[in-house]
Structures are given as C-alpha cells and as structure tokens.
C-alpha cells in the first residue's frame, strides 16, 4: 500500500515509517496538519495514519476537510486522547479507526491491513480464508497446509508463523514483527525461539525435492517468496 503519515514526533514518524516500510508499504510523511492536508488532497494513497494533535492544522480538522472533499481514503487516526469521547470524536470526525499512544506498531499495521482487506470485500463481496504462495497452500478455515498436494502437519504456533509469513508473502518480515505477531512479544527475550520454529517449518516445507520457499535475509529477517532473488 501507499500510505501517508500524517506525525509531527520525528523520533514517532521515523520509527512509524521504518515499520511501514519493513512490512511491504511505500510511505509518505507530513510533520503537521496543513503539509499532510495538502499531500493527501493532492496525490493518491491507499491510506492515512493521521495524528490527531498536530501543529498549523489539527488532526480531526484535516479529518473533516479530507471528508468535506468527498476524499474517502481510509485514515487511522493516532492520539494519546483514549478516552471514550475522544475516540467517538475521531470517528465521527471520519476517522476509519482509532489507535490510542502508545500502541504496538504491529497492531497499527494490522489495522491498515484489515482495512485495506475491508475495502477489498466490499470490491469482490469475498473473504479471504485461502492463503498461498507457489503450490503452497493454506486453509485457514481447515486448518490445514499443503504443498504440491502433499499434506503437512504443523504445531499451532508453527501454524501462526507460517500464517504471519503467507499474509506478508514477499515481503521482508523482522523478528520484532514475529516476536509481536507470533508470540506477543513486545520485547526481544534474547532466545532463539524464532531460528527454532523457522528450522522446524523449513523441515516441513522446504522439502529436498522442492525449491525453498523461505528465505533468510542477513541482518532483516526472513521472507517467503517462490522468488529467491
């Protein structure tokens, strides 16, 4: 997705930006109201994460002006104000969703993505239950993996990582992400719970006779492609 961040924290918008980024988007940023206001009025993105308190132009007018300009871009709006009020209000403003500070980065990303998926359903009138890479394939209302036909049998949580991994397919996944996603870890608990389990699914999918599908990218994480450029 194309997104635009809408923070005026450089310290908040960089290590937003740096998560975006490693989860697969191309993000824009704005430091205040009138600048992201302008950007998203002018050019096209797939979503905005739009800070509710921001210099020049707050966030809930950028909201109402976005709305007002019939600019039906889908935004979550970030504030520290999590109150039931507040967050009634940055709905009401127009906002799509609501994160209250501090949040899980993985979250906010979640959240873009179930809304880039609602935007989706309401396109195709489908939900999503089949996930695949390749002749790797997942029914998530199975539960069930197989590839090239052949059935595999996985743990729950080497089920979850394999999810996490199809749902971000090309895509350059870090532990942090995994740690969070997998494990709700939103720290790193120095073990090597992570190599273990991507051993153990490479036992399971990366078979001898079959191109490997999981890919390690030295000092980033991991990635799983059928390309392995």
């Given at each position: ?47 905005l ?21 019939n ?23 127009g ?53 090239g ?29 995994l ?38 990218v ?10 392995v450029?």
């Amino acid at each position: 997705m194309k997104i635009l961040l809408v923070e005026d924290d450089p310290q908040q918008a960089a290590y937003i930006r740096k998560g975006l980024q490693e989860a697969g988007h191309v993000v824009d940023v704005a430091a205040d109201g009138r600048d992201g206001l302008f950007l998203a009025t002018t050019e096209s993105y797939d979503a905005l994460v739009l800070d509710r308190m921001l210099p020049r132009v707050d966030g809930l007018t950028v909201l109402r002006t976005l709305r007002a300009s019939n600019v039906v871009t889908p935004v979550v709006v970030l504030s520290a104000l999590g109150e039931v009020d507040d967050r009634v209000a940055g709905l009401r403003a127009g906002g799509d969703d609501y994160l209250v500070k501090p949040f899980s980065l993985i979250e906010l990303v979640a959240r873009l993505e179930a809304l880039a998926r609602r935007g989706g359903a309401a396109t195709d009138g489908t939900a999503r239950t089949r996930l695949a890479v390749a002749d790797l394939e997942m029914d998530l209302l199975r539960r069930s993996v197989t590839r090239g036909g052949r059935k595999i049998e996985l743990k729950p949580k080497e089920f979850q990582l394999l999810e996490f991994l199809l749902r971000h397919s090309d895509q350059v996944v870090t532990r942090a992400m995994l740690l969070e996603a997998v494990w709700n870890y939103h720290f790193d608990p120095q073990t090597n719970v992570i190599d273990v389990h991507i051993s153990n699914l490479r036992a399971k999918i990366d078979l001898a006779d079959l191109p490997p599908l999981i890919h390690t990218v030295r000092g980033a994480g991991y990635r799983l492609s059928a390309d392995v450029a």
